[in-house]
């Protein structure tokens, strides 16, 4: 039987990766565009970006005081590393990006360090995290997460059909030519 706070931090922590994976299929959309004028595009990627961050932060935190991707792991880590193993999934990848997360989250992200606001770029730079990393970690966290609160029988966290960056595509176009309407 698992504790309450164990099946509330797997529904909280795909809460999160919802909303991550959302921001990013967003971000690729607008990517995908091959840069935008729009002043409101701009400023809806820099939030997005953030977001994205933050969210992956909170996932990814590997703190004894966080409930999260890694209290859920280390509650169930033979179930967890059993259906790693059949996905083919690297705990060891994800552990690697936590350490990335970290350094950003201390660095920049959530403070403003008196050493790392000399130089923002170089923070990301010595964490060494991509956007391919980052992606990969946390479509795999969602595999996982998805995993186990369909075990348990919880509530499902869908993606929702906006979850396609051809529809993202399609209306940061729209926005672009000013012929969008909502």
Known sequence: MHSQRYTRAIERNLAELQRAILNRTTMVGIEKVGGVSSL???VTYFALFND???HCIKVFEN???AASFWYIYRTDQGLVDAFAKKAKLDIASLEAVSAKLKHI???TH???DSKG???TKSVWRAAGLTGKQ???AVDAAWSILTHLQQSLLLPETPLPAYYKVAHVL???ACIESGTFKS
């Open 40 to 42: 409101f595009l701009q």
């Open 52 to 54: 994205y961050v933050a």
């Open 63 to 65: 703190s004894t005081r």
């Open 105 to 107: 989250r201390d660095q």
């Open 110 to 112: 959530f403070h403003i």
């Open 117 to 119: 606001v000399l130089d």
């Open 134 to 136: 980052l992606s990969a």
């Open 170 to 172: 399609e209306r940061v």
